[in-house]
């Protein structure tokens, strides 16, 4: 599979573009579609976790994630994995982005997913994360906008 290298300038730029990886790529899953959304999240989490090289966003496709060649392996990666399996399944889904303080930049993002009118936690980032919670609470958060 071939790998794609993306530039991202903006938060905004990065939503973007996760929500174009889950609409271009969700059928990637396969099998793991048809998982159920906790067995889906844990799985995810317990791919090991590997951040981005200082000053370089990787935004990998479910495939390259779940079978761990792709490049990354971090929060967004995970996000886009949970996406997928959202939108595989019918279900609506969006991106929040947070910050732990206030005066510095938002660094991280997962995944809320719409379930009885309920708006759904499911960070996968870290093995000690648990679908539904979230587990700090930020001083900044922002919704990802598809468009």
């Not at 730029?13 to 271009?24: C, I, S």
């Not at 889906?40 to 951040?51: E, L, T």
């Amino acid at each position: 599979m071939q790998e794609h290298k993306y530039t991202v300038k903006t938060l905004e730029d990065t939503g973007r573009l996760m929500y174009a990886l889950v609409k271009r790529f969700s059928g990637d899953l396969g099998e793991f579609a048809n998982y159920s959304l906790e067995e889906f999240f844990n799985h995810v989490k317990k791919i090991p976790y590997k951040k981005d090289p200082d000053g370089i966003e990787y935004l990998t496709r479910p495939e390259a994630f779940l079978k761990s060649y792709g490049r990354g392996q971090d929060c967004d990666d995970r996000a886009i994995t949970i996406g997928s399996w959202a939108k595989e399944n019918g279900l609506q889904f969006r991106f929040i982005a947070t910050g732990k303080h206030k005066d510095k930049p938002i660094h991280h993002v997962y995944p809320e997913i719409l379930i009885g009118g309920k708006w759904i936690v499911a960070d996968a980032t870290y093995p000690e994360n648990v679908l539904g919670y979230e587990i700090f609470k930020p001083e900044r958060k922002q919704i990802l906008k598809e468009n």
